[in-house]
């Protein structure tokens, strides 16, 4: 599944080949979505120039004037840059054609992602008004997630997993923070000092930021990689790790599920 630092290699791979660019056309193949296609959105992006692209979470913002396009990946999507378009298959269900020629193809087998049209403000509309601070928002620092969470009990794993509290920390990155920050994912969120909450922040941003350091090492074949641009693995600490020993401990790493997601932690490091 896409996580944050796939969406935000992405929009680095896309900032140079579309901003200042014109939409010359745009194929709908399939409307079907999580939601659908907006029938209008071809009207809309006819020959209108993309003034910026940002990111919010895990959603893909073009800025077109006052109004915003928002693409999400869902659980499979990818958006790729073609110079030369092969035909098109089955599981690609649309193509953005710029007038320097590039094509930006949307490629999603299970059909989560989403692509919607924003009329101004776009950060009013509901899926972007629920969202918390990004990870690297200096607001979101250690102070904040104490106060924010001194009611709740529900896991620590889960709060950090909740986009209102924090926005775009996914299951990966939640299982490899908790680990560099030594905290039992179970952990309910209230009883969570604030120094422990520094710990956790600072290992969210690095290991956040190591991946989007990796995923920029991939983005030279961004343009007619036949791969799916932005994918990339990490070395995990914990994630995947199930039954093998910690790597600063030796003790088996420990799998249970939370809210439906797997959770591996190591049971001596993490308290
Ligand atoms: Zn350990």
């Not at 660019?21 to 907006?38: N, Q």
């Not at 020629?101 to 776009?122: E, H, N, Q, S």
């Not at 509309?125 to 997630?145: K, N, T, V």
């Not at 309910?188 to 690095?206: G, N």
């Amino acid at each position: 599944m896409p996580e944050l630092p796939e969406v935000e290699t992405t929009r680095r791979g896309l900032v140079p080949l579309a901003v200042g660019r014109r939409v010359v056309a745009t194929k709908i193949y399939d409307r079907r979505l999580r939601w659908p296609v907006p029938r209008t959105l071809e009207k809309n992006l006819a020959g209108r120039v993309i003034d910026g692209v940002d990111r919010r979470g895990k959603y893909l913002l073009f800025r077109i004037g006052r109004d915003t396009m928002l693409i999400h990946f869902g659980m499979t999507g990818s958006l790729q840059a073609l110079k030369r378009p092969p035909p098109r298959t089955a599981h690609e269900h649309f193509d953005i054609v710029l007038d320097s020629g590039v094509t930006l193809r949307y490629r999603d087998p299970r059909r989560f992602g989403a692509l919607l049209w924003l009329k101004a403000p776009a950060e009013a509309h509901p899926l972007l008004a629920s969202l918390g601070p990004e990870p690297f928002d200096p607001a979101c620092d250690a102070r904040y997630l104490w106060r924010a969470t001194r009611r709740r009990k529900t896991a620590i794993k889960l709060a950090l997993m909740d986009n209102g509290l924090i926005t775009g920390v996914g299951n990966i990155y939640a299982n490899e923070a908790l680990f560099r920050a030594g905290i039992r994912p179970t952990l309910s969120a209230h009883r969570l000092s604030q120094p422990r909450f520094a710990r956790l922040i600072d290992a969210v941003r690095e290991t956040l930021a190591e991946a989007i350091a990796k995923g920029g090492s991939t983005l030279r074949d961004y343009v007619d990689s036949d791969g799916e641009p932005g994918y990339f693995q990490l070395d995990y600490s914990v994630y995947g790790r199930e039954g093998l020993p910690c790597r600063v401990c030796g003790t088996a790493i420990k799998s249970i599920r939370q809210g439906g997601r797997a959770t591996s932690y190591c049971p001596r490091c993490q308290r």
